[in-house]
Each structure stands twice: as C-alpha cells, then as structure tokens.
C-alpha cells in the first residue's frame, strides 16, 4: 500500500514529525515498511515556465525555437538579452503562453530518475542552443503521454518549483499489504491518515462527507433511468448507484494525474482517474460504465444492472482484453440481456468509459469477499479493485464514497445527475441502525492490562481509541468500546486489546519473563534418540544429509517400489517432487554418484526423516502415520575398494553394530537372510532395492528393527551407485521401544581372564550366527559357576580347493568372580565344547 | 559362441571375458579388437571376405545381446553369510571399519538447531517435532483460518491427491503451527494443574514456490507455544529477546512491527538489532542494523478455544522462524539450495 505523506497531510491539523521518525512510528505501530521513495528527489530544479515566444526552427520539420520566461529565477543559465530562455522543443502542442514543466540544464528527467538518470545540459541542436527541456508527461513520469508537452493547467508564476506547485515534494512510504489483511480501510489514504494521528496522540477527524448519512438528491426527473437487480444479496450486500449526465471525457487536470502518479497509477481519462482517486483515498472501489452502452444492451428504455451468477456459457471480454468463462458462483453484472462485468474484479469492455461517452452509472457496491478472492484465483486477475474487496469493504460506506465522487465529478465538469439514486441494501437492519458492523464491546480495563502487562486507566485507553475516532463509553474500570463504521475487524474484546496495545506502542510495554512453577520442561524421547543416532554415525566418520520429502516418481521405479503405495501431490512443484517417499535409502543412493563424482573416494552418509504410506494410517486421527526412519549408506570407489576387502555389506553391518552398541541392542539383533515372496506389500517396498542373496532383515524378537544389504544390480546400474556400496535403514520407533537409554555396566572381576582360541572346520552353508549362537549357549552352561564369557570371531577361512567348507575361529575369553581359572579348566572345557560342535554340525576342530 | 575363425574365437573369448569387468557395458562394442577385425575384411582375399565378414558381424551381434542382457537382468551377486561379522578369508587389518571420526559431520541445520532446543530446554521448553503430512484442520481450521479466507493465499500449501476421510485432500504444512492445536490438547490437563504449557516445535515445512538462492520449497521451523494465567504481550518479547540473548550471547535490542496472522492477535514481526555489526549496519542486515527474524503473537482466543481452553483464564502466545536462516547468517552460506543438495563438500565443513 504506497501511502503519499502530502496526500495524508491535507487530512491531518498537526505537524508531522521528521520523515525517518514518521517510518519508524508507522513500523512500530501500524505495519512493515517495504520501501520509502523520495519523490522530490526525482523533481528536484524542475521550474514551471510561461512559454513567451516559440519560432519554427529552420531546415527542421518538427523543432520549435522557444523563449520561455522563468520569471528570471533560475540561477547559472544562458539568457537571452530580454532575460528570456532558449529552449528547443518537438513537442506538436506548444504554442505561445501555456505554461509547462522546464527541465534547466543540471536536472535530471525524471522517467530516467530510477535506472540510468540521464543529466541535461545546454546543448546545441542544428546550430541553436537548447537550455535543457520542455517536458511531457511521461518524460515526468507522471503518465504514458508523450503526445506533448505537459501543459499544466491554471494560473502559475513563472519561475515556481514545479514540485512544490503539484505536490511532489513528497515521499511515499510503501507498506506491506500483508499487514492489512484484515484492515481494508488502510487500503485508502484516509485510513492510514487517520492510525498516524492516532499514533502520535492526534485526534483525528473524518472530513464531513465521510458518514452513512451521506445520500445524494436528485432534484427533478431522472433523464437517464437506471434499475438495479440484485439476484444474490447474498454475496452482494450492498450496490449503490447512479447516472450523470453532461459528461466530456479528457484528460484530468494536472493536480489528478500527479495525485494518481505519485502513488503508482497511470492518468486515464477524468472520469476513471476520479473513481481511482477515491478508491485509493478510501479504499472503496468504485465503477464506472457508460450509461449509453448499458442501455443499448438493455431491453428497453431504461438501463438494467444486475447482480448475479453467470449463466450456463456465458463468456465476457473484460477491460483487460482478457475473455473469460466465468466460474459458476462468481458475482456477475449484468444488464437484464447480456453479461457485463466481473463484479468487484474488472469491468467488461462493452459498456467502458471511452473518449465518446456523455454519460456515465457509477457504481459503488460490496461485495463478499471470499467470492471476490475465488474469483480473483480462478481467473488470473489481480486488480486494485480485488486487493481492496478481498479484504472486505464496509457496507455502511457506499453513500459516503458515491456522493463525494459524484461531487468531484461534478466540481471537475458540468455533469448533472440525471438518475435517482438506487441504493440496493441488504445491510441487516440493526447493523445500519447502530453504524457499526459488530455490536459495542463491554470490557474491563484490567481485560486489556493484563494482556499487555499495563497498567493504564481506562481514560487514557479511551483516548488511544477515540483519536481513530471509536466511540468509547467509561468509567473507572470498564469500557464501552463502539467501532466507527468502516471498521470491519472489531468484533472480540482482543480486538480492543491489540488497537489500545497498538496505539500505545508495543515496543513501550514492559519486559518481564513469565513466571512458571519449577516443574522440570519434559523430553521427547524421540528427539533424543535422533540426537543420539546423529552423534554416534558422526563420531564414526558418517556425514548426515538431509534430503527433500518428495521424490520423482522414476525414482520408485529405479529402486523397484511400488509407487501405488505412496502419496502424490496433486500441485508438486516439478516432476521431481511428486510423491512423499516411502523410504529414506533411494533419497541417499540418488546423492552418491554426485559425491563419487565430486572426488569423495568412500564415504557413509545418513539421513534421519520421515516416511508415508497409504498404508499406514493413525487410526485415532485417520492422518498418514509419520514413520520416523534412519538411512545410511556406504560407497566406496574402485580405488578405495582396495582397502576393503570382501563385500560392501559387512561395512555396512560394521556402522550398524556400532550403532546398536549404543542402544545395547548389538547382541540383543538377529541378522535374518532375506526370504523372497515372504512379505506384505510395504515390506517389499523396504526391501526392493536390495541384493538377496547380500541382504537381511534385523530383528528384534518379533519386531522388525530394519533392513540391511547391499544393493541389487539394477538398482547399482540405474542410480550409478558403485559396485562397493551397502547399508541398511531403521524404524525409529522400533529402535525406540527396544533400545536402551543407558549402556549396561559389568562388574569387573579381581581374577585374571583366560583366553584360549578354537577353531571349527564347518560346512560352507552353515551361518556364523547358527554356530556362534550354539557355542555360546554351551559355554554358557558349561561355564564355571558365577563366571563371564566372552565370545569373538577371530577368523572366517575357506580354502582355494574346499569350498564346501570354511573354518570359523572364536576367541574365548572366560572369568570368574570367585578364583583364577586356569588354562587347563579352559582347555578341558573347550574340548567338551568341541564334542557337542561335533555331534551337532559334524564340525571337525582344527 | 562358437567361431570357425580361430582369430574370431579368440577375440570373442577375450572380450567376453572384458564384458564382465567393464562398469559400462556398451564400451565392448567399441573395444579394439572388434574394429581390427572389421578392418581386416576389406584385407582378405575376395573369396574369404564372406565368411570372415559375416562371423564378425555375428560376434558384434552376440555381444550386442550380452550388453542388452547385462542391462536389463538383474546380475546376482554371489551369496555371502550376513550373518558373520566380516567376509571369508580376510586378513584382520583389512576387515570392515569405521572411517576417522575427523571426516564425520553432523548437518548444519541440525547441529543449529540442537543449539536452539537446548536453550529452550533450559529456559523450561519441552519439544515435540511436526508431521511433514498433515489435513486442513490443523494447517488452517484450527489456526482461525475460514475456508477462503485471504490469509490462506500467504500459504501455498502443497496437497495430496489421495483425500482423508472428510474427502479434503491432505497438506504437506507450510507451517509448525499445524502442531499448535495439539500441543494445546495435549497439555491442557497441566494447565489446569497450574503448570503452563511451554513448548517448542521444530519440523520440516513446505511451499509452493520455486527454488533460488534465497527460496526453498522444504525448509525448518520452530514453533514455540507458552499458555498460562496472566501471560501478556511483554512476556512474549521478554521471552523472545531472552531467548536471542542466549543465542548471540550478547545483549540485543528488539523491536515489533504489527502484523497479520489469523490465529495470533496481536500479531507481530519481531526483529532485533544486528548481531554481527552491533547496529552499525552490514551487509547481513542489508545496512539497516535490524534483522527480522520471526512472527509471533498473542494466541487469539478462538485457537485457545478450539483446543478446549478457556481464553478468559488463560491467555498464552505463539511466535515462529525459520532456522536456515539462522544458520546462513552464521556462517555467511550464499546459497539456502545447499542445505539438501547432499553434496559432501558442504556438509563436511560442519
């Protein structure tokens, strides 16, 4: 919203304070300021000049040779004898005592002000000096014209600044729109006049004609009739109207165009620049339609507007050029035949006001909101009119803005009303009886204290509020508080709270911590546990990623999952964000062939994030269950492959144990080889990528606590992984139900620990874990009484030529709480372990 | 593939036997050999060239068909126990390890944001993290946003094809404060204890805007929610500030700006002075000296209601920021598109 500080000086009785304290106030108390624009600046030495001689200037079919009188005020300037300047002009309106904008040499022309200024100085064109500029409109920046000069109307002195004579000595201070959400009457300079003297302690008063009193008489019959039909009160509570006569179009006077231009406008004719100029001053848009079309598109003698849906394949051409089929529930205006305009959006460009029109409807209506804003989205437009009507104009406001423009209108031209005026009301009544969208609001002033940390009198909170002009009634304790008319946002006592907290000044209430029992702030469980995975897979040299939740559909097919199972965005933003994922690994094997590619040799990267399935469903909530997982994977190139040997999978295995370790779940897992066509749908999802004959299930018990492999070929070609790359996911959940928070202590023993080595000769399709597992049970009972075991691999072997077998050696480690073992206990015991290894596996001891 | 041509057969069995080593497999077709051969025909006497001519175009073809093969099924791996610790016949130093801990890192945001909860915690915070799928009640229904209202065009949410059960498509959130409601549900029962709700909310939000240096579609955020008796509109900026304080580590100045949102009143934009120049101006706060940094405001009192809180007891406020970029301004990142790109050489310098 660009607000011109003069514009909103010619409604305020006191002095404003100097500008950047103005902008602070208007930050601090009414909304962000985007941007402030010193239009001054761009106008500065321009002097307004009487053109007092002009001469055809030889061998030139178009330039004019002119002495203009600067009422010899401007300093440093070539004169002619006579006192008179030489200025060369083009322009084909300049004649002998119009007055125009000067541009003396040293200025800058204003249209160039912002990107390259282009400087003036005396120049000579074919032989004669030219002493700057004569200027048109668009060289002013105040306009599209460049037919001519400028020609300002009125009686000036020569030699003025041209700035100060139109107002544009000014600085417009753009506020962000978004702070007025839910104030449409700061979308009108008016309004905004009115928070600024109320912020600096000011009693503001609206000018007379801004009441719901306001009405319009018309004396004699009504030459030009009008009928208004409203089919939707509805969504049209309001829609005023009425017709002058008399009407010459032209260009406005110079103090309009300048009006509209400061601010951002482009000058149209009078008659549209006069229904801007309100609809920025007030922020009630208004219409215009010339009578004579409406009327041709009439059936009959009198002109018919009327408010409506469209009907079935309705089309209209708008203002714009645009033509639209507009959406089924939008406001229409039409005459009783035909579609003419997209009510509170855009005009139609049949009944527009044009050089030729004699007569006009001026329409001044409300219109609902919410449909405007429909409206606005479905077709693509943004107006002035929409960003006004999409806040929701009061209704109690339409006679106020109609009569005042009609007024205008008539003080600009010789128009005459030539209609009654039809007000179509559909205001409930007790609403127009108190003036006032919301009923009074009764509240204490310790209502309002408590909520800021004041402690005002309800006096002075009564003053804060009728300077922006609310009725207030009080007394010590409570207030009656009545909104003026056009506010739109009052309705709760909160809404009191925030105007009193606002025009004291949040950044003047008093700083104080709250003050809580000292109950100790509770943890979330979850949240920890990702701290604690995130600096477990750090310390063992893994970076984290983070990847978007999205992901393309060809991903799901790379990685062979099922894409049915995944929700899509019906508006993703690309291709490459259209589904949420399923799981978290083909996020990160889409993010290592970049980093094998940028040089990283080996590396294991992790993600912690969420997955979704149309499977998974709160049951309580029926929202999609939030599956908190954990991803790693490790790459390796060729050249770092080296320095692994074996498969890529026991990396992997080697990250995830160390994790579990952490969480006391290293012994607590079972590795279960993967068993194709043995699980449901999101199973096979989690699995999909993943080599067989390389890959497990981690099991908790019963729970499945994640996956764990290397990954399939397909998927290794199709995502550029390399050969060395494998790692696993996790449930969080999972992990969190079953992990430990505390890492499990064992006694130490004062007794020396004895270790003796033992090697099987197995076959080759027997596991390590089926062996391990039987060893370990049987040194658990055959170990000594009140005694620790420890168990490791040592070593896995296979022979070049038998490779039906391998040779699985464990260190055994054995302690006793009570006395010191000795190697030959351990041996004897060891020999017993290899006959019950024997009878089981047909295991030979090497 | 059997050749009369011992040359053939020869090369035939040497690039067969290239095929399986080479990582893209179409390079066969483009090895020496097989173009040495197709030299040699134009060599041969006439009456051989046939023959000669028509085995090499054979073995092209054939090794045409192992590269289409080898693209197209899947190559097994030879099976191996996953249940050992480590691989069959590997020497002790060269068994699976973890790499130096020198090379890890943590993400920025996360490492960021971990500083941020802390803080919270200690000032008597519990955090809960938001859903990243979520329904319309809770990104606008329960925040006062009407259906159609204007507020809603500030949040282009992202949303679902598939529906929930009130047939509403569902929304990936454009903000933490779909976690508001639920964080008021479910610590009512303190409230009424005596005990106010504090709570901070981190989350992965979305929007529907196109990428650049400066704009993500995905980012973070954290929500802080504190409701009690008599809370008021300076305890928000005494929290706020109190919070920054810890954060910088030196004393700030802040300021409000009035805002908009439907489901705070008052609603501000909260900044605060520069951090990195003391006010003086830099290029972090474009020379202004003050960096906005969150929303905030009152809880309006029909969000306090639609969680079952009665808004003449209790009065509470609410703020909201992002946390990329805290951490851009920290260490002077150029580019918000980094943060997901999972590219090492940034993530490795945290």
Not at chain 1, 529 to 558: C, M, P, W
Not at chain 2, 266 to 294: N, R, V
Request: net charge negative; glycine share 8%.
């Amino acid at each position: 919203m660009k607000v011109s500080v003069n514009w909103i000086k010619q409604y305020l009785d006191f002095e404003l304070p100097p500008l950047d304290e103005l902008v602070e106030a208007i930050g601090a108390q009414l909304g962000a300021v985007e941007e402030v624009i010193d239009l001054g600046a761009r106008y500065q030495g321009i002097v307004i000049v009487k053109v007092a001689e002009c001469r055809k200037l030889e061998d030139s079919d178009h330039l004019n040779v002119c002495l203009v009188d600067d009422g010899g005020k401007t300093v440093g300037v070539n004169r002619e004898q006579s006192g008179l300047i030489q200025v060369v002009c083009g322009a084909p309106n300049v004649r002998v005592g119009m007055f125009v904008a000067w541009l003396p040499p040293g200025t800058t022309v204003p249209s160039t002000h912002a990107k390259e200024p282009l400087v003036l100085e005396a120049r000579t064109l074919r032989g004669v000096v030219s002493n700057g500029m004569l200027a048109s409109a668009r060289e002013l920046a105040l306009g599209d014209s460049h037919d001519g000069l400028l020609e300002l109307d009125g009686d000036h002195q020569p030699g003025d600044d041209f700035a100060k004579v139109f107002g544009l000595d000014d600085h417009i201070i753009d506020i962000e729109n978004k702070m007025f959400t839910h104030r449409p009457d700061c979308f009108g300079q008016l309004g905004v006049a009115r928070e600024i003297a109320g912020i600096f302690g000011h009693q503001f008063n609206s000018p007379a004609w801004y009441t719901p009193q306001a009405t319009i008489a018309l004396a004699g019959a009504a030459t030009l009739p009008l009928e208004v039909q409203n089919e939707i009160p509805g969504l049209v509570p309001r829609f005023t109207a009425v017709v002058l006569d008399n009407i010459q179009i032209t260009a406005s006077p110079v103090w309009l165009q300048v009006a509209l231009a400061r601010i951002g406008l482009r000058p149209i004719n009078n008659i549209v620049d006069l229904t801007n100029y309100h609809m920025f001053l007030t922020g009630q848009p208004l219409h215009a339609y010339d009578y004579h079309k409406v009327k041709a598109l009439s059936n009959g003698e009198t002109a018919v507007l009327v408010a409506r849906n469209p009907r079935a394949s309705e089309r209209l051409t708008l203002l714009n050029g645009k033509t639209i089929d507009p959406r089924q529930e939008a406001i229409v205006i039409a005459t009783d035949q035909t579609i003419i305009g997209l009510g509170g959006v855009m005009g139609g460009a049949t009944t527009e006001v044009d050089s030729d029109t004699t007569a006009i409807i001026l329409e001044c209506a409300s219109f609902d909101m919410y449909s405007i804003r429909r409206s606005s989205m479905a077709h693509g437009i943004f107006s002035d009119a929409v960003t006004r009507f999409n806040k929701g104009q009061s209704p109690l406001q339409n006679l106020a803005v109609l009569a005042d423009i009609v007024r205008a209108i008539q003080e600009l031209t010789a128009a005459r009303l030539a209609s009654a005026l039809i007000d179509d009301n559909n205001v409930a009544a007790e609403t127009q009886a108190r003036n006032a969208l919301y009923p009074p609001i009764r509240l204490t002033s310790s209502y309002i204290n408590d909520r800021l940390g004041l402690a005002l009198a309800a006096e002075t909170m009564a003053t804060l509020l009728k300077n922006v002009e609310f009725s207030v009634d009080y007394d010590e304790t409570s207030l009656t508080v009545k909104a003026p008319f056009w506010r739109t946002d009052i309705e709760l006592r909160e809404d009191i709270v925030e105007e009193v907290g606002r025009l004291y000044g949040f950044d003047k209430l008093p700083l104080a911590l709250p003050l809580r029992p000292l109950t100790p702030a509770s943890q979330d469980d979850l949240l920890e546990l990702k701290q604690t995975v995130r600096t477990v897979l750090s310390q063992a040299g893994a970076n984290e990623i983070l990847t978007y939740s999205f992901v393309h559909g060809k991903l799901f097919d790379n990685v062979g999952q099922d894409k049915a199972l995944a929700f899509k965005l019906g508006n993703a933003l690309s291709p490459d964000l259209q589904y949420y994922r399923l799981s978290l690994t083909p996020s990160l094997l889409d993010k290592i062939h970049l980093n094998v590619k940028a040089g990283y040799d080996q590396f294991g990267v992790f993600e912690i994030g969420k997955a979704h399935t149309q499977r998974h469903t709160d049951t309580e909530s029926g929202l999609p269950l939030e599956l908190d997982r954990l991803a790693f994977v490790f790459a390796a190139d060729k050249k770092a492959q080296r320095k692994h040997s074996g498969a890529a999978y026991y990396q992997a295995q080697t990250y995830l144990m160390n994790l579990l370790v952490e969480f006391g779940l290293a012994a607590k897992v079972k590795i279960v080889p993967l068993q194709p066509g043995n699980y449901d749908e999101v199973a096979t999802a989690n699995i999909a990528y993943y080599e067989p004959a390389r890959s497990a299930t981690i099991m908790i018990g019963d729970s499945v606590l994640g996956e764990i492999g290397e990954y399939r070929s397909g998927v290794r070609k199709a995502l550029k992984l390399p050969d060395f790359c494998a790692g696993f996911e996790l449930d969080l959940a999972a992990l969190l139900a079953h992990g430990l928070k505390s890492k499990q202590y064992v006694p130490l023993s004062r007794f020396p620990d004895v270790s003796q080595d033992i090697c099987f000769k197995v076959a080759s399709e027997l596991t390590y874990e089926e062996l391990r597992d039987f060893v370990a049970s049987e040194l658990e009972s055959k170990k000594p009484d009140n005694g620790l075991l420890d168990l490791g691999a040592l070593d896995i072997y296979q022979r070049d030529d038998d490779l039906d077998h391998k040779q699985i050696t464990f260190r055994v480690s054995l302690t006793s709480y009570e006395r010191t073992l000795t190697d030959k206990e351990v041996s004897g015991l060891l020999n017993d372990l290899a006959a019950s290894v024997q009878q089981k596996f047909s295991a030979e001891r090497i | 593939m059997q050749y009369q041509n011992p040359q053939i057969a020869e090369v035939a069995q040497l690039l067969q036997k290239r095929l399986v080593e080479l990582d893209n497999k179409v390079d066969i077709l483009r090895a020496v050999e097989l173009k040495a051969l197709y030299e040699q025909i134009r060599t041969l006497p006439a009456d051989q060239r046939g023959v000669f001519g028509q085995e090499v175009n054979r073995l092209r073809q054939e090794l045409g068909q192992l590269v289409d093969q080898a693209q197209t099924v899947e190559q097994p791996l030879p099976a191996i126990d996953v249940t050992a610790p480590f691989d069959i016949n590997i020497a002790p130093e060269q068994r699976p390890s973890l790499l130096s801990s020198a090379v890890g890192s943590t993400h920025p945001l996360m490492l960021e944001l971990a500083v941020v909860l802390d803080i919270f915690y200690r000032m008597g915070f519990t955090a809960v993290e938001s859903p990243e799928i979520d329904d319309d009640f809770h990104m606008f229904g329960a925040l006062n946003f009407p259906e159609g209202h204007p507020a809603r065009d500030d949040y282009d949410t992202f949303m679902t094809e598939q529906t929930d059960g009130h047939g509403q498509p569902f929304i990936a959130p454009a903000h933490t404060s779909t976690m508001q409601h639920r964080v008021l549900q479910t610590h009512k029962a303190d409230l009424e204890r005596g005990v106010p709700i504090a709570a901070v909310i981190p989350g992965r939000v979305f929007r529907n805007e196109d990428l650049d240096a400066r704009h993500e579609h995905t980012f973070y955020q954290l929500e802080g929610v504190y409701v009690g008796q008599g809370v008021n509109a300076g305890h928000l900026i005494a929290t706020l500030k109190t919070f920054l304080q810890a954060y910088y580590q030196k004393d700030l100045e802040v300021k409000t700006q009035p805002f908009y949102f439907p489901f705070t009143e008052p609603s501000f934009e909260f900044a605060l002075s520069c951090p990195f120049c003391d006010k003086k101006g830099c290029h972090i706060c474009s020379q202004t000296g003050w960096i906005e940094l969150l929303g905030c405001g009152m809880i309006h009192p029909n969000v306090l209601r639609a969680a079952g809180i009665d808004p003449e007891v209790y009065t509470g406020f609410a703020w909201g920021g992002g946390i990329e970029r805290l951490v851009m301004m920290k260490y002077g990142i150029e580019d918000i598109r980094y943060f997901e790109s999972g590219k090492l050489n940034f993530l490795r310098q945290f």
